[in-house]
C-alpha cells in the first residue's frame, strides 16, 4: 500500500468516526444538535404540551414534557400527615356487672370487680387525630379546641362519677374499659371535624 492511499484510508476513518460522535452529541441533545425547548406541567392528561425542536434546519424532536417538574421559581407546600395525640386523666367508680348473667356467673367472671359496693380507677384518655397539616395554620385541628370538646363532653360526665349510676349510657351496658372507650368514641364523634381519629 502507499502513502497516498494509506493517508486518503486514515483520513476516511477520521470522517466516519467525528460523524459518529456528532450523531451521538444529538441524540443526547447536546453539542451540534437541535435544540430543545420544554413546558412544565402538572396535568397528565393527552393535552400535555409536547417541546419541539427550536431550529428550522433540522427534523423536529418531540418530546412529552415532564409532568413531575417543579418550577424552579415556585415554592409549594406539601401536605404532610401526622397524627396528633392529647392525654387526659380522670377517676371514676364502677361495678362489672352483667344483668344477662347470674350472681353466680358475675361472680365468677368479674371476680372482686363484681363487689356490690363499687371500686375506682384512675383512667387515662387518650384521643388521637390524624389528619393534613393546614397550610394556613400549621395543624391538624387546634389543640385548644380539641382539650374543650374532651373536658366539656368527656371529663364532665366521667370525672370523679360511679359510672354504673352517674352515666345513663352504663345503666344497661357493662362499664368495662372497652365499653368505656366506645362511649368516648361516640360523644366525640359527634363534635370532632370531620377526620380519622382514635381513642
Known amino acids: 500500500v502507499g ?17 459518529r460522535k456528532r450523531l451521538r452529541d444529538s441524540e443526547d441533545g447536546c453539542g451540534s444538535g437541535p435544540s430543545v425547548t420544554s413546558t412544565t406541567t402538572t396535568s397528565t392528561d393527552a393535552s400535555t404540551p409536547l417541546a ?17 417538574s417543579l418550577s424552579t421559581t415556585t415554592t409549594a407546600f406539601t401536605p404532610r400527615t401526622v397524627i396528633l395525640v392529647r392525654r387526659e386523666t380522670f377517676s371514676a367508680a364502677h361495678r362489672l356487672h352483667s344483668t344477662s ?4 356467673e358475675n361472680t365468677r367472671i368479674f371476680g372482686k370487680c363484681n363487689n356490690p359496693h363499687s ?6 384518655l387518650e384521643v388521637s387525630i390524624k389528619g393534613q397539616i393546614d397550610p394556613r395554620t400549621g395543624m391538624v385541628i387546634n ?8 373536658k366539656d363532653h368527656i371529663l364532665e360526665h366521667l370525672d ?3 359510672l354504673d349510676k352517674d ?3 352504663f345503666a344497661e351496658v357493662v362499664s ?11 360523644e366525640l364523634a359527634k363534635h370532632i371535624p370531620s377526620a380519622p381519629f382514635f381513642v
Open 143 to 150: 389543640l385548644v379546641d380539641l382539650k374543650n370538646i374532651i
Open 167 to 169: 352515666v345513663p349510657y
Open 52 to 68: 419541539t425542536s427550536t431550529d428550522s434546519t433540522q427534523p423536529a424532536v418531540l418530546k412529552r414534557a415532564r409532568t413531575d
Open 176 to 186: 368495662t374499659t372497652e365499653n368505656l372507650a366506645v362511649f368516648c368514641w361516640t
Open 119 to 124: 371500686h375506682g380507677h384512675n383512667y387515662t
Open 101 to 104: 348473667l347470674s350472681d353466680e
Open 3 to 19: 502513502l497516498t492511499e494509506l493517508l486518503t484510508g486514515m483520513r476516511k476513518l477520521m470522517e466516519r468516526s467525528n460523524s
Open 160 to 162: 370523679h362519677k360511679n
